[in-house]
């Protein structure tokens, strides 16, 4: 297998250009087998031993290793395919995890590349949903204090059956009860869902579930619009609108508590309701 590889490498071109002056072909990374790419892996890993960092040789080494290994960053990468950043991100910030397990990996110590190079680029990616799904800036101890308090949590909770009380959690961490408190506080801020987003129940958004056009804003937009107008009506005016809309009495009652006639009453009504609509059509 090795040698195969070995033979198959020299001859290809290389994904990011010729190589450079002393070093083989490399491969086009899509056409290698995950097989293949681990036993090429460590030959590139003992050639990386050899040469000096920052020269173009180190550079296409290294970032041949890369494009070999990207299959293992959309491995990582999948794990976290239910959470709201584009999946490109999060194999953009895998591929630093990566490329810092390149620079870290020791070929002496025995280990497969993989087995190493898989908790860093999973720890990276974790450091950036930690950093960036706060829906409100927190600072980092908070951020920090919020882990612990989960941990403890579900620590406490395995011990005494039940959920864990503040002062509980105060005594496992060594901190006070304010403490514990503005912790807690703060997860509130973790993170937050789009009134835009699916709901999880039914159909339309979380926006369109919990909340609806309410018509007695318009009611309450009208009355303080009409509010300076009525102040400018007569006193009978006034009085007749209030008896009518306030009280709810019908024309009739109106002439009888004021000593007027229906049709008086009816005219006085049709007057003073064209004077406010007048009135909130110039405001418009």
Do not use: C
């Given at each position: 297998?090795?040698?195969?590889?070995?033979?198959?490498?020299?001859?290809?071109?290389?994904?990011?250009?010729?190589?450079?002056?002393?070093?083989?072909?490399?491969?086009?990374?899509?056409?290698?087998?995950?097989?293949?790419?681990?036993?090429?892996?460590?030959?590139?890993?003992?050639?990386?031993?050899?040469?000096?960092?920052?020269?173009?040789?180190?550079?296409?080494?290294?970032?041949?290793?890369?494009?070999?290994?990207?299959?293992?960053?959309?491995?990582?990468?999948?794990?976290?395919?239910?959470?709201?950043?584009?999946?490109?991100?999060?194999?953009?910030?895998?591929?630093?995890?990566?490329?810092?397990?390149?620079?870290?990996?020791?070929?002496?110590?025995?280990?497969?590349?993989?087995?190493?190079?898989?908790?860093?680029?999973?720890?990276?990616?974790?450091?950036?949903?930690?950093?960036?799904?706060?829906?409100?800036?927190?600072?980092?101890?908070?951020?920090?204090?919020?882990?612990?308090?989960?941990?403890?949590?579900?620590?406490?909770?395995?011990?005494?059956d039940r959920t864990p009380t503040t002062a509980e959690l105060a005594a496992r961490l060594g901190l006070t009860e304010a403490e514990?408190?503005?912790?807690?506080?703060?997860?509130?801020?973790?993170?937050?869902?789009?009134?835009?987003?699916?709901?999880?129940?039914?159909?339309?958004?979380?926006?369109?579930?919990?909340?609806?056009?309410?018509?007695?804003?318009?009611?309450?937009?009208?009355?303080?619009?009409?509010?300076p107008l009525i102040a400018e009506l007569s006193p009978r005016d006034r009085q007749i609108l209030s008896l009518r809309f306030g009280?709810?009495?019908?024309?009739?009652?109106?002439?009888?508590?004021?000593?007027?006639?229906?049709?008086?009453?009816?005219?006085?009504?049709?007057?003073?309701?064209?004077?406010?609509?007048?009135?909130?059509?110039?405001?418009?």
């Amino acid at each position: 297998m090795r040698q195969t590889v070995r033979t198959v490498a020299w001859r290809t071109s290389a994904p990011a250009g010729p190589a450079p002056a002393g070093l083989p072909e490399i491969p086009e990374p899509s056409t290698v087998s995950p097989e293949d790419a681990r036993v090429l892996s460590r030959l590139l890993f003992d050639r990386l031993g050899q040469l000096e960092e920052g020269t173009p040789q180190y550079a296409y080494v290294r970032n041949t290793l890369v494009e070999l290994n990207m299959a293992l960053v959309k491995f990582a990468a999948a794990r976290f395919r239910t959470r709201s950043e584009p999946m490109a991100d999060i194999i953009q910030v895998g591929t630093i995890g990566l490329i810092k397990a390149i620079n870290r990996f020791d070929p002496g110590r025995g280990l497969e590349f993989t087995t190493f190079a898989l908790p860093t680029v999973t720890g990276e990616i974790k450091r950036f949903f930690r950093d960036t799904s706060w829906a409100v800036r927190v600072p980092r101890r908070l951020q920090e204090l919020r882990l612990e308090l989960a941990r403890a949590t579900d620590a406490l909770q395995q011990e005494l059956d039940r959920t864990p009380t503040t002062a509980e959690l105060a005594a496992r961490l060594g901190l006070t009860e304010a403490e514990v408190e503005e912790g807690q506080r703060a997860g509130l801020a973790y993170s937050a869902g789009s009134l835009d987003a699916a709901a999880e129940e039914g159909e339309g958004s979380r926006g369109e579930r919990i909340g609806y056009e309410d018509p007695g804003m318009a009611r309450v937009e009208n009355h303080e619009s009409l509010r300076p107008l009525i102040a400018e009506l007569s006193p009978r005016d006034r009085q007749i609108l209030s008896l009518r809309f306030g009280s709810d009495l019908t024309q009739s009652e109106i002439g009888a508590e004021l000593g007027l006639s229906q049709m008086h009453v009816s005219r006085l009504l049709t007057r003073t309701l064209g004077r406010l609509r007048a009135g909130l059509l110039a405001e418009d």
